[in-house]
């Protein structure tokens, strides 16, 4: 086996033909069968150039043959493939099988350890295998064959492009400052070296050049180019979908990019927004340490390091990826978009998220529910989306706080609560009006938010439990801190009437917030029952191991089935998540998952409520609807109840399921708002996809 060796590979003239391979033979055998087409031009070599990634265990390649100039030839694309300083190695003998050690697949694997150890940045411009000598001159002596592999070196073009663009933005000199430090990088061959520079490059860019969107330029130009297989699918698929909200539900339906991409129309104009996919993503998904999750989420051996390592890289690099999803709906728009950053795992995010500016034209909304929805969220105002921002675990020793956002409770009720908590070794903080009395409510609006901001501003209060339903929690949506719990990430939990107060902050905030047990259940006046309590504690004291099962299975009825659906969760009592629809506090229902419970619930309003959810476009873009199992409900038959959701939500596609154990049921599971779950009803499964704590 040949050493790993670095040159500069000149511009080469192909003729190509594009092939779908199982393996070296079909490319070998491929060649055989083109070569005498293309004998007489034949300048070199015929290569096989990798488009893409295997899928169904075909790998999708370009049989290339070198010519001296561009000419034409019938059956055949001609192409130029740029120069390129390439990483090499050389294999002598077969392409399939050989001694141990010794075979082609040991050969690449060499190359590929020479890039991981070293850390260098491969490019993707595609790999190339170079045909030396095969069965044309050795016949069946295939020990005697000579590959050449050649993956392209990326630095390269990210330096070129760094300086091109900082130097249109803002001059020479600027670039100079910027680039001080580059002149031997490519040649060192020394990864750590290259990402400590990087770093420090990209913290003088952002001194140099003012305001997000114009380093955002810079970077975009940085990314990877050779999106030959996703613009293929897209540009199929876009063919084939010509509507765009259809065409982006189908790609996460299908897996089509791999990312998960969805469309927002809550602000005054609409984006797509995309959450990329982990690098690794069996090892994303073992991943317990929200560091190291991080860390096999990144593409980029660059930064990847560092945020395992905890460092602070800045924001402006992840620009450099949003570049890709430039080239990727150019092929769509027709037009290069402009694509802003709305999450990175950089700052402590599980991953990145990035919105693409939709160009005009491309949503018609005038007569569909979808855009009566849209121009209703503009018209109440611009909301961006926010990270997730997730509290710290509850540890003994920490402060519970117990607040009434919405009925009365009596003394005796907050005693045993405070006990409750005690016992488990937590210290508990009253809010001051707790046992207040207005009417049927706990005090006026005002009495019950300033308490609801005492304990969101106190840095000792690590837990936040609501200690009733009943009514009036709505009055505290404009009146709440959430700037306070925003900044203190803290534990928010309750049930029932309290839901809107949860999906509000949640929504505003991007902190999850638990919809479980009232405070009414740990103070003994409602069942609290083990089930409850063990589908409780783990979610806010438990580093849970994920993917995360919830209990769902006894007893769920499969109303719609489909493929699996994932999304962030929000939802609640039924009449809760109607009072946010149309107010600034309302949920981002595009890509969720909603669950709705049913308490004290007659039919006929049943049918009401879910047809105010339809006509105001709540499920336009649901991912799946979750209905829990109806409590106090009277005359309730499940197949009228069912038959009910399911007419009320004909004519969308997503699964739905009933009689869930969540809300007012006694056996109960808690569920954090804004975490992203899976329902998979062929696997009658519900899961939590990533940790609501850290």
């Known amino acids: ?90 294999h002598a003998g077969p392409l399939e099988g050989g001694p141990e050690g010794e ?17 260098l940045l491969p490019g993707d411009d595609p790999e190339r295998f170079l045909y030396h000598e095969g069965a044309e001159t050795h016949g069946d002596r295939t020990d005697r064959y000579v590959t050449e592999v050649q993956y392209p070196d990326h630095l390269p073009i990210w330096l070129d492009a760094l300086e091109a663009g900082t130097e249109r933005a803002a001059g020479k000199a600027a670039a100079a400052r910027v680039m001080a430090g580059s002149e031997d990088l490519v040649s060192a061959h020394e990864g750590e070296r290259t990402a400590a520079w990087v770093h420090g490059a990209i913290g003088r860019l952002d001194r140099e050049v003012e305001g997000e969107e114009g380093r955002a330029s810079i970077l975009n130009a940085c990314a990877h180019r050779y999106i030959v297989q996703s613009a293929d699918v897209l540009r199929q698929a ?32 609409p984006l797509l927004l995309i959450e990329r996919r982990p690098a690794r993503a069996e090892a994303y998904a073992k991943a317990t340490d929200p560091a190291e999750k991080r860390y096999q989420a990144c593409f980029c051996p660059l930064v990847r390091d560092a945020i395992r390592a905890g460092k602070k890289v800045s924001r402006t690099f992840c620009h450099c990826s949003g570049g890709w999803y430039v080239q990727e709906w150019e092929v769509v728009f027709g037009k290069r978009p402009r694509v802003d950053l709305v999450r990175t795992m950089l700052e402590g995010a599980d991953s990145c998220v990035f919105a693409v500016h939709i160009p ?156 479980g047990p009232n405070g009414v259940e740990f103070g003994g006046l409602a069942p609290l029952t083990e089930f409850t309590e063990t589908n409780f504690w783990p979610l806010v004291r438990d580093d849970l191991r994920l993917p995360h099962a919830f209990p769902v299975s006894e007893g769920m009825r499969i109303v719609r089935p489909g493929p699996a659906a994932e999304g962030p969760l929000f939802g609640g009592d039924l009449r809760g998540v109607q009072l946010l629809i149309g107010t ?48 106090e409900c009277d005359a309730v038959d499940v197949e009228t109840l069912d038959d009910i959701v399911l007419r009320s939500c004909e004519g969308y596609g997503f699964p739905i399921v009933t009689d869930v154990p969540i809300g007012h049921t006694d056996d109960k599971i808690t569920v954090p708002l804004g975490c992203r779950v899976r329902l998979d009803p062929s696997r009658r499964s519900l899961e939590l996809l990533e940790s609501p704590t850290r």
């Open 103 to 119: 075979t082609f697949q040991d050969t690449q694997r060499k190359l590929s350890s020479f890039l991981r150890d070293r850390k």
């Open 360 to 515: 005009e034209g491309f949503l018609q909304t005038a007569s569909s529910t979808a855009g009566r929805a849209a121009r209703r969220r503009s018209a109440r105002g611009s909301r961006k989306a926010v990270p997730m921002q997730r509290p710290r675990l509850l540890k003994k020793g920490d402060v519970v706080g117990i607040v009434s956002t919405s009925s009365p409770v009596t003394p005796e009720a907050v005693d045993e609560m405070r006990r409750y908590f005690e016992e488990r070794g937590y210290r508990v903080k009253l809010a001051p009006n707790v046992l207040a009395r207005f009417g049927f409510l706990a005090g006026s609006a005002e009495v019950r938010a300033n308490d609801l901001n005492l304990l969101l501003r106190d840095p000792d209060v690590r837990m936040i439990v609501t200690a009733s339903g009943g009514a009036g929690a709505a009055h505290l949506l404009p009146l709440a801190d959430y700037d306070a719990l925003a900044a203190d990430p803290k534990i928010v939990a309750g049930l029932s009437n309290p839901s809107v107060l949860l999906n509000a902050m949640t929504a505003r905030t991007g902190v999850p917030t638990f919809h």
């Open 584 to 631: 600034p506090w309302e949920p981002e229902w595009e890509g969720a998952v909603l669950f709705v419970e049913l308490y004290e619930v007659e039919l006929f309003r049943l049918d009401a409520f879910l047809s105010h959810l339809r006509l105001a476009g709540v499920f336009a873009g649901l991912r799946a609807l979750l209905v829990g199992r109806p409590v």
């Open 238 to 269: 876009w063919k084939e979908t010509p509507d765009l909200r259809t065409l982006v539900r189908r790609i996460t339906d299908e897996a089509l990019l791999g990312s998960r991409y969805w469309i927002d129309e809550s602000g005054p104009e």
């Open 1 to 90: 086996m040949r050493e790993v060796v670095v040159k500069e590979v000149g511009q080469v003239h192909v003729l190509a033909v594009r092939r779908t391979v199982a393996g070296q033979r079909d490319v070998v055998e491929a060649i055989a069968t083109l070569r005498p087409s293309v004998a007489d031009v034949l300048a070199g070599p015929p290569m096989g150039l990798v488009l893409g990634f295997p899928k169904d265990g075909k790998l999708p390649v370009e049989i290339a043959f070198p010519t001296r100039a561009p000419i034409s030839r019938e059956g055949f694309a001609t192409k130029t493939l740029p120069a390129l300083r390439m990483f090499t190695i050389t």
